[in-house]
């Protein structure tokens, strides 16, 4: 009896049985597990086979004229039936669970990871993006017309990610340096503006544009900065400043320290 027929077997046998207790029955690791459930769906027709991490793994038997989805049924004790919706999508799913994808909603995907470059999408990611993308990606995506529930899913999760977007480049554009504000120059205050993804990052960036430098400026270029900002702001210097002379030192203490220069 070969090794998938065997497992098959256990599956009819013991259904709901956890897919590590499989793999410890019949000593197998995770990858070769999916190996054996990969061979065994090859022979089920009109079963299908059924992994749940929660709810173990079932053989259900399958009705080919109704929806392909499965369902759980019953709390603990329960068991997975067939749905018995109609087959609505060309994957043979009903509404609920169809996983069809129209191709308005792929031609917004595709944008949206051209957009995200290599990151993976997210609010924080699309931040960095203008006001004018983010708008025009949050009205493609309005004229999504989704067809199953999970694009509706979908649809709905994306245009949250984007509301947070927006929220996160209006509050960036809103948010003023505070103690420095009226160092930086504004040509650079714009650049911060644009260009700061994080707090964190934002609060860096502060401190090198107080010594109107940019922020991979190195050791040398910073210290060479800081002497002729500071003869410029010695309060004992001609039209000295003390207020300035401090914010001109703490933003040279903090840069040397956040790059681990001594
Ligand atoms: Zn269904």
Redesign the pocket.
Known sequence: MTLHARVLQCILEEPGTSKQRLCRRFDLNRYRLRRVFQKIDEGLSGRSLVQDDLNGVWIVAMDPEK???T?WLGGDEGGYVQ?S?PREFADG?????SGWENPEMIAFERRLRWVAGPCEASARVLAQLTMTVLEDLAETLSAVNPVTFRQLQEKKRLAGMLRSAMAFVRWKQRARPSASGSWIPPEFAERLRRSSGNTFEFAVKQHFLVLEVTSDAGRDEVVKAWRKLARRYHPDAEGGDEERMKLINLAKDRIFLIRGWD
């Open positions: 929806c392909a989805g369902i749905c919706g799913r009903c509404y609920d669970h």
